[in-house]
């Protein structure tokens, strides 16, 4: 990934763009009005009867000031209720018309701007962005031919195998109801007796527990459609599809202990992340990928690939990139621009259909209903940010806050008086036609018994983990299900995981105060790659170095490290005891971005250790000292100036992997971008 390509200093323009110009409003160095437009004189005081007397309800102005932040707020999403959102394109690598009909896909080269939305699931609106989650990304592509919202999760199974099983995972996944607690977590007894009695949600919570539940950015998120869809192309031909994000970036996470404590330090760790780098012009980008698998495929494999629960291994499905999304452009109000926005897997293109996936069936039938009660109105597709480019016609009028003026007195179809227009068109003019699916069975309540493999895959992902990987998921078990109170559901869940390993489960057995598990685990040795983080690709580019720094810096030496990392793209924030500058030994200044007060070693992915001399010299060397502990002890990368050798000694007890020294190497700057690009050292102690 070179610079050029990770950077890029201005957005282009887009049409999705310059249709939401049309509504957005500068406030600035303008006068005050009512909402109806009339001036304001004065807005600190209510009308009273005098200066002490009593307020008049004549007073109209104050009521349409209070009454509308009254009813500022609306209901928040049930779940996914904490987000935000970017702005961005996307440009597709090569013509797919192939296999889709898809316009938006039909040469490469073609762009489309689009909308998208991160967030978490479990918690409330006001949670934190670090919570050991599953993570979804909605994207709202504006085409030619509509809509089309791909909505993915950060791993590439679900908790359920049917739609009707959602509101029961999501009931004892959120906070309890008796007392609301806890908050932004599944770790409590409803949650993991939930997972012991519902075998096909262990799946997905072994995701969630291993590294891939707690991000270091969503610049950073893998995503899967989960779902299964169909591609459709001219000729009526369908193909099985899913769908993934790859981010350039490669694939990231926080240890558990940094994700817990960011969470307390600065709960919207992840917003400014994505913001900052898109300030900075260093745009994410995510490679859009599918997996396609022919119609007569469709009993090849040994899972089914209607199974949500399931994944498709990118070893016997390559996954085929044919395109890029590039965020390049952050919102400027996160109410109209986030909150209103509105997501469904229904909205699709002529090419894009639905296969028989129970839980995309059941989807297609929740999100307009949840969004219309959320948002208040079944107008909300008139939204600026949910509007489509291309316009649209048809026959529905009123309701709650109806934009449109829709000037034809006829609204029905099958008319005389209008000509029978708004007139449908035929699939070869561009109308939408569902693929012509072949449907057999008797109507019944019941699932395929070929959804009924609980644990081969989840033995595979364990396979497939790296032992850092799998300590990591270990210890997430163990502090999840070490808050359980209940010794019976505590058990339950080590009696099932001994179906994924056997030695998993009796590590977590041991922790948690129960008897290790009787049985074994599925005789499965198979293991991919691809499931491991271990394999994403590494940069150290948007990686953020934390510089402690004193008076009385090598200002040559500084300067040069600090210009080699920023001409690699590392975000560099100088730290010190006081906001203002540091003055080197020569001269040298150096504007401070933060101070041991305000940041805290867990904010930055690496650390360029300077020192130098302070007003309270006790108290900087005891911070300079503690940020190199945190940063040590969770194996991030670690610069030491010559001028800063004293805070770091070797002994018998560390080896100091992944700390570059500058004293006597002239190769310091490389060495150290290098590290930083490796991210962690494991290998540490």
Known sequence: MDDKSSRNQKPPTDPKQEQLDQFRIQNTGKPMTTLQGKKRSQDTDQLKAGVRGPSLRQDYEFFEKMAHFAHEEIPERVVHARGYSAHGEFESYKSMKHVTRAKFLSEAGKKTPLTIRFSTVQGPKGSYDTARDLRCQGVKLYTEEGNLDLTTIAMPVLINQDAMKFPDAMHAYQSKQDDDIPTATGAHDHFWDYVANNPESLHMVTWIMSDRGILRSYRMMESWSINTYLFVNEQGKATFMRYVWKPVLGVHSLTQDEAIKIGG??????????????????????????????????????????????????????????????????????????????????????????SNDPVLQGRLMAYRETQQHRLGSANYDELPINRSLCPFHNNTRRGFMRQRIDVDEVNYHQNSLANNTPYTVPPEEGGYESYPK???????????????????????????????????TIEAFIYQLGKVKSESVRQQNVDLLANVDKELATIVADNIGVNPPSGSHVPVSISYPSLSQFNTPRYAVTQKVGVLVGNGFNGREVTSVLTALQQQGIFVVVISEKLGTVTGSDGTKLKVNDIFLTLSPYLVDSLYIVGGSASNQERFNSDVTNFIHEAYKQYKPI??????????QTSNNNNLAGVVFAANNPNFERDFVTAIGQMRFWNRR
């Open 639 to 648: 610069g030491v100036a010559t001028t800063g050798q004293s805070f770091i």
């Open 438 to 472: 072949k449907v057999e069975g008797h109507v019944i309540r019941a699932r395929s018994d070929s959804f009924k493999d609980y644990f081969s895959q989840i033995r595979i992902f364990w396979n497939s983990i790296t032992p850092i990987e799998k300590q990591h």
């Open 265 to 354: 330090i600065d709960p919207d760790f992840h917003r400014k992340d994505l913001r900052e780098a898109i300030d900075k012009g260093f745009y994410p980008e995510y490679e859009l990928g599918v997996q396609l698998i022919p119609l007569e495929d469709e009993f090849k494999f040994d899972f089914d690939v209607l199974d949500p629960s399931k994944f498709w291994p990118e070893e016997l499905v390559p996954v085929q990139i044919i395109g890029k999304m590039t965020l390049n452009r952050n919102i400027q109000n996160y109410f109209t621009e986030s909150e209103q926005v509105a997501f469904n897997p229904g909205n699709v293109v002529p090419g894009i259909d639905f």
